[in-house]
């Protein structure tokens, strides 16, 4: 079985979880995920079977969006509701304009120190197994995008210690939410910590289209699973496309370079190369069908005069 399920993940369990859940029902030994999301989170995640797992690495950098909470003043050793308070403060005097003015500063760029609690890897071991024990170590920040945060429900007024107010995320790949609630908390002066988490997108992949795990399995169980599938290509929509035929669709097929005419490309699609904001795609790049529509995979394009070179990267028939 080769496409990609999209699944509403429940709370409570790790990414990892959900594709041996997935593995178990389908029965298909290569799955995989495209982009962990916490155990405490719930929302989209995107798993991948069969040959759509080969087309991973092209969807980890899709852009992403949340629906989080933010609980003004109090801070946790973790950054979330799982952790222990460490820090309370006395009082919450926040003003809406204030809020809103502190997420302006949020907003584009950003450098972000990545939380103890994360699964990026210092000398040879996960932050987390790290935090575990008690260990912090300095960490570099990284550059992340934040390309819209705005409110999406304020509590009534006064504040109090607790108070929570909702937001609405879209960010980069690579980005951590509950980073981002604390060092928002920090610039209020109050502190704060992620008090849930809702992945509500992945690139095209939206949490009105997800699946739950029962669904899935009573899919199985009645033979329906395909039903839920859907094609690598819409993992991949993010890349421009080429279409081939003939002796350029069996070449690349088979992992050899081709060449043809640019106006063979989709209009525009090779207009301009380098990272467009917010999508995630990469115009070097491409995806390769077959003129009867089949998806043969993703290439690396080559201008060289009125020619295009198209070098096979990773191909998903064969």
Known sequence: MDGILVVAKPGGMTSHDVVARIRRTTGEKRVGHAGTLDPDATGVLVVLLGRATAAM????????????????????????????????????????????????????????????????????????????????????????????????SWPDEPFVVGSRIGVNVVCSSGTYIRQLAADIGESLGCGAHLGSLVRTRVGPFRLSDAHTLDEIETSARGNRLQELVLPIATGLSHLPAVVVSGEDARRVSSGAPAELPVNECDPGSLSEAGTVPGDGCCAELVRVHRDTGELLGVARVERSGKRVHLRPVRMFVG
């Open 57 to 152: 690495q092209f969807m980890l950098g899709l852009p992403k969006a949340y629906r989080a909470e933010i609980v003004l003043g109090i801070v946790t050793d973790t950054h979330d509701a799982s952790g222990t308070v460490v820090r309370m403060a006395d009082e919450v005097r926040v003003s809406r304009d204030l809020f809103c003015e502190v997420l302006a500063r949020y907003t584009g760029e950003i450098l972000q120190v990545p939380p103890m609690v994360s699964a990026v890897h210092h000398e040879g071991r996960r932050l987390y197994e790290l935090a575990r024990e008690g260990i912090e170590v300095e960490r570099a920040p990284r550059r992340v995008t934040i390309y819209e945060i705005n409110v999406e």
